[in-house]
């Protein structure tokens, strides 16, 4: 009885074991099946590069209809061309933080859910002079990190952008953060080849401000530098909001930092229980068979 219980004992640790670490991966799991989403629906998809092309042009003779762009439940892009909400249009890379994610095409709720989005009115992820490529993600959801980290960007990071053709390699020349209508940052800048990344602002909280980062082509002229992230104008004219912004920056702890550490922790803590009872299974598997011969 006593060799049964503890048979029944080991068999539970195991199925804890591997639940647990299931659980624990499930991140690295996801962002993988992410990135090969993006690989998959996009490869060599010439008609796809020929649509974002067209848009592109459109954008630039007709110019932009911006209005509530934040708002995450947007209309087609194009009813001319054969784009189409929850396409994937692209890949956006950014090593500096560790981002991978397929680009959507829509900011709705459900492409919000599954990785980063291209906001309407803003140019697709083609380049070319006179376009801004706006890319909105969440600072994290359900385990995925998204652009948690967006605020680590530094002023010279590169930022990849992967379409149906080539990936396209942009230098973050300035962050900023903004107030919710202030949508100048949407706006195509003549001559310049930019894409601009975007999310909430500060990371957990009531996140009300947003936080932007403003990308140029590699190889084209940078603006002035700048090694500090600028509060908009608008926000430090107005000394209530300045106050919230501030005191939402010094008391919402930076949560994601406890929560790296913790990570590496249980990283080491799962290793190790693994290493153990695989050493223990082993080790009671030569007992048995060594009674059995003995027997």
Known sequence: ????????????????????????????????????????????????????????????????????????????????????????????????????????????????????????????????????????????????????????????????????????VYIVERMEIIEPTDLTCLEIQPGRDMVTLFSCHPYMGHSRFRYVVYCVREGTQLKAGQSQTEVSQAIQDNAETLAELKDAEEHIPLVFQREAVIRKVLGVFFVVVWVVLIWDAVRSFGNTRKKRKIS
Request: proline residues 3%; negative net charge; aromatic residues 8%.
């Open 1 to 168: 009885m006593r060799k049964r219980m503890g048979k029944l004992q080991r068999i539970a640790v195991w199925i804890v074991l591997i639940v647990s670490t299931l659980i624990f991966l499930y991140p690295n799991f996801k962002q993988l099946q992410l990135k090969w989403k993006a690989a998959e629906d996009i490869a060599g998809d010439e008609k796809l590069w020929d649509d974002m092309e067209t848009y592109n042009e459109k954008l630039r003779k007709d110019g932009q209809e911006l209005t509530d762009c934040w708002s995450y439940e947007q209309t087609s892009m194009s009813e001319e061309q054969e784009l189409k909400e929850g396409d994937v249009i692209g890949a956006v890379r950014i090593p500096s933080i560790d981002v991978d994610l397929p680009l959507y095409l829509g900011a709705t709720n459900e492409n919000m859910a599954k990785g980063a989005t291209v906001l309407s009115e803003t140019s697709m992820p083609v380049g070319g002079e006179s376009t801004n490529c706006v890319i909105a993600a969440h600072r994290g959801y359900k385990g995925m990190p998204y652009f948690r980290r967006i605020d680590e960007i530094k002023t010279g990071d590169k930022v990849e952008i992967q379409n149906a053709k080539e990936t396209l």
